[in-house]
């Protein structure tokens, strides 16, 4: 016969605990639902550990019970339910209910008392009981057959209280809980106790005479005429202060316990409730018997399959569903494209697309507004074609990472399910993954893409809608659409690559290799493979007997760090960080480059990521030329590969001085680094001059390195670890500096303290121009990560202000260029760096207008100020 287990939850207590645990949120429907997540949470992980046969959860029926009869002021200092939290509670009683599990409340009784009474029922009908609580007054029910749960840090690690972990804890039995609250008070639910009176000494006076009556019986045997004098003063109220810690035991509750028996959730009623509440991580954790991918049974959707089509079929606003599976080379294949209007819901083959006038007229035609997934993608893949994609007027992909760049967008099914759509699979469900991957016939293919067309249509005004709420229409519409397009042009453009020099520097890797690889052998002795850590690890800590720094579950390890701190023990470790570094130039950037060189054009055509970064920032890949090691000689010359594509043009480079700090200088407000920027002083000598107390001309060089360490860590939050980390000093030493740095800055130290409260008020922070990071952990109890998100607060705005500029940059240049009449093109971005490909002779009218226009793309306290160069090579154009 299957054990009964009954769990007890104490609803208000969770509710409260989740609410302040978990920073504000929002769904898009504007209500507050942290409460009601970190509640789930807990619901989620009770069901899974506790595996209850019964479950109730209590609640607080009113503000005023019978124990205000006995003291007035009873719970009298707690503050107002905050209006945020308040609201949630209808809510999470719908979670309940769609969790079907029961819940109460009883007129001038608290859900302590529900408790009490519930579990001292289930004790004498054999039951297992599990309370669950915030609140530590419960654990005086804790028994043989109850064990209490209370909640330490955040919402789902909780401490059990069982009489074995009270007797260890704290010296007493269960029933005598309530004896100490007695003597000690609860200032939460302002109960006086024995001013005075603490938990240590409560417990040393009930060791010593048992329970609190007894104890005023024997107040004459009390040592210490002070204490002795409280107890008499104060017996009275420490014998009401017991009666208040009481948790009754017979309340008439109208509770059967086969009434509140647990048999699962409504599957139905969760799964809708938590797409209208936005949480989309928690409906990956629950297994819905739905379709295969989380989402509802998809039903039939009306559609035609057209081999051309009508003016008529393409007249008005559109959705436009172009189908190119991610991992796809640069999306040159299409799989199919779908349109959908208020004429109906169409699907075409690539190749009756690209061969129909009408749609390539339509497509092309500026005048007709379209709502696509991914501009860029669609763009691009189209020019494969032959077909220039105009009039996009909205980009699904783009707005829903702009509303909340935390969200992992892995295809348009992905954004549907994050806003409460769900008639549209994802791709992974639909194509399979891995070795099971195929591309079905058209049949099965028309319908899965015209759903996401149709998916597009219904997201579209409440999409645009939440930009508005958030305040990030502009951000959309003047600066990540146009860039879209803007980077389908450098995507497509490509950078040239000089094959011949790319192989002659491979060539010359390798014999450098060959060389060091020589030189370890003979240090350590023998042959042996370098890039092998366990035989590594052997040679350096066996045979040439190092000290070891860290051990791994294989063996010794052999990591980076560790060899870094080795390198003065032996001339070996300066020979193996060599060779790694160099033998992942040749793998990473030599073989790699090759390998996506375009075979007929000899270009590359790295794939900019406009969505992907919480920052705003872009990255690349296919290949990333945002990470050439351009540290190492041998990595800078790498850039020496990349070439302009025709005979007598240069790569033209122009990159932002300092552009960080600027920011920083701007959104604090610090008079000191404005003045510095606007004096064009270099900011690393005068930070130095600050901090150290020094002129100008005392500042060393070593100073300087100091100042500029903190400069740029101060930028990403740094913390004192990070900065003797970087520095090679103690911990001790890298707080003073920075401590000397904020208060040299005192407008930062300010923006620095005023951003973390404001991220932990809202709940996300803001860039200049309105790019918002969402940061839950900023209010976690966990130490290391809100300290991750209280530095994520500080450079957020920085970084991501930044990254706004210079997509500003792009785009005014792109309109610069083109209102000059200029061949010039934008090839890359790069970090805070532009370069382009120019003819000689408009190298002049470059350096004129570039600085020009990157300078003035935004207005700051501070000037922005740009470096440019320019060469045969990217690598000549430093």
């Not at 169409?346 to 507004?369: G, L, Y």
Request: aromatic share 8%; net charge negative.
């Amino acid at each position: 016969m299957t054990k009964k287990k009954l769990v007890l939850i104490d609803g208000n207590s969770i509710a409260y605990r989740a609410f302040f645990a978990l920073p504000l949120l929002n769904n898009d429907k504007g209500i507050h639902t942290n409460a009601v997540y970190g509640f789930t949470m807990m619901l989620m992980r009770i069901l899974e550990d506790e595996k209850p046969t019964h479950i109730l959860v209590a609640f607080d029926a009113g503000k005023t019970t019978f124990r205000h009869k006995t003291f007035t002021e009873y719970k009298g200092g707690r503050q107002k339910t905050p209006p945020e939290l308040s609201e949630q509670f209808p809510v999470i009683r719908e979670l309940l209910d769609a969790y079907q599990i029961a819940r109460y409340e009883l007129e001038n009784y608290e859900a302590d008392d529900i408790i009490g009474t519930l579990s001292l029922i289930a004790e004498q009908d054999d039951f297992e009981v599990k309370v669950i609580s915030g609140d530590k007054d419960l654990t005086q029910l804790s028994s043989e057959k109850t064990t209490v749960g209370i909640t330490k840090k955040g919402i789902t690690d909780i401490e059990e209280y069982t009489p074995q972990h009270i007797e260890e804890k704290y010296g007493i039995s269960p029933e005598r809980i309530i004896d100490m609250k007695g003597l000690m008070g609860d200032s939460s639910d302002n109960i006086p106790g024995v001013p005075g009176v603490g938990e240590k000494t409560a417990l040393k006076l009930l060791k010593e005479f048992g329970t609190l009556e007894q104890l005023v019986q024997s107040i004459d045997q009390v040592s210490g005429n002070k204490l002795k004098e409280k107890l008499e003063e104060f017996q009275d109220q420490a014998l009401m202060s017991k009666e208040l810690a009481t948790i009754l035991r017979e309340a008439p509750i109208e509770v059967e316990l086969d009434k509140i028996a647990y048999e699962g959730w409504n599957e139905d009623k969760l799964y809708h409730l938590f797409k209208d509440l936005g949480f989309n991580s928690l409906l990956e954790k629950i297994s819905f018997d739905l379709a295969e991918d989380g989402t509802a049974e998809l039903e039939e959707i009306n559609f035609e399959i057209v081999t051309d089509f009508t003016e008529e079929q393409l007249d008005g606003d559109s959705a436009l569903y172009i189908e190119v599976l991610e991992d796809n080379y640069h999306y040159a294949d299409i799989l199919g494209i779908a349109v959908t209007n208020k004429n109906g819901n169409f699907f075409i083959s690539t190749k009756n697309a690209c061969q129909s006038n009408v749609f390539k007229k339509w497509a092309e035609d500026d005048a007709s507004p379209k709502v696509v997934y991914d501009a860029k993608r669609s763009e691009v893949s189209l020019r494969h074609h032959g077909i220039h994609l105009k009039g996009i007027h909205f980009d699904i992909l783009l707005a829903a990472y702009i509303i909340n760049p935390s969200e992992t967008i892995e295809d348009l099914a992905s954004i549907a399910r994050n806003h409460g759509y769900s008639a549209v699979q994802s791709d992974q469900a639909f194509y399979g993954k891995g070795a099971k991957r195929s591309i079905p016939k058209e049949e099965e293919l028309a319908p899965h893409i015209v759903r996401k067309a149709v998916a597009m249509d219904s997201l579209y005004e409440k999409l645009d809608t939440s930009l508005q709420t958030n305040q990030q229409s502009a951000l959309f519409y003047e600066l990540e659409l146009p860039l879209s397009l803007i980077l389908a042009d450098m995507e497509s453009a490509g950078i040239k690559v000089d094959l011949k020099r790319l192989r002659s520097m491979g060539t010359e890797l390798l014999e450098k290799l060959a060389a060091i690889e020589n030189r370890i052998h003979a240090y350590a002795g023998e042959a042996f493979n370098i890039n092998s850590p366990k035989q590594l690890g052997v040679i350096l800590f066996d045979k040439l007997r190092l000290p070891v720094m860290k051990k791994t579950k294989t063996g010794y390890s052999t990591s980076a760090d560790v060899l870094e701190k080795l390198e003065s023990k032996h001339e070996i470790i300066k020979e193996i960080l060599e060779y790694r570094q160099l033998a992942k130039l040749q793998s990473t950037y030599i073989e790699g480059l090759l390998k996506v060189v375009n075979k007929e054009t000899d270009k590359v055509h790295t794939r900019f990521n406009q969505a992907l970064t919480q920052t705003g920032r872009l990255s690349s890949t296919d290949p990333n030329l945002q990470n050439i090691p351009i540290r190492l000689e041998e990595g800078r010359k790498i850039r020496q590969a990349f070439i302009p594509s025709k005979k007598d043009w240069v790569i033209f480079a122009a990159d932002y001085s300092q552009i960080e700090l600027r920011v920083l200088a701007h959104i604090a407000g610090d008079e000191k680094l404005i003045s510095a920027f606007k004096e064009d002083l270099d900011i690393h000598t005068k930070t130095a001059m600050e901090v150290f107390h020094v002129s100008k001309e005392e500042v060393t060089a070593n100073m300087r390195r100091h100042a500029k360490a903190v400069n740029f860590g101060i930028v990403y939050g740094i913390s004192d670890y990070g900065l003797s980390q970087s520095l090679s000093i103690t911990r001790k030493e890298a707080g003073e500096f920075i401590d000397r740095y904020l208060t040299s800055y005192p407008a930062v130290k300010q923006y620095m303290e005023d951003i973390v409260q404001e991220a932990k008020q809202k709940g996300f922070v803001e860039t200049l121009l309105h790019r918002r990071r969402y940061l839950p952990e900023i209010t976690s109890r966990n130490f290391n990560l809100r300290s991750f998100a209280e530095r994520t607060a500080m450079n957020t705005p920085i970084q991501g202000s930044a990254a706004d500029i210079i997509k500003k940059a792009m785009i005014d240049m792109a309109d610069r260029l083109e209102n000059e009449q200029l061949q010039s093109k934008l090839l890359l971005q790069v970090h805070d760096e532009l370069i382009f490909e120019a003819p000689v002779e408009e190298i002049e009218k470059l350096k004129e207008i570039v600085p020009d226009v990157m300078e003035h793309a935004v207005e700051l306290k501070v000037p922005l100020k740009v470096d440019y160069s320019y060469g045969p090579t990217w690598f000549d154009a430093k």
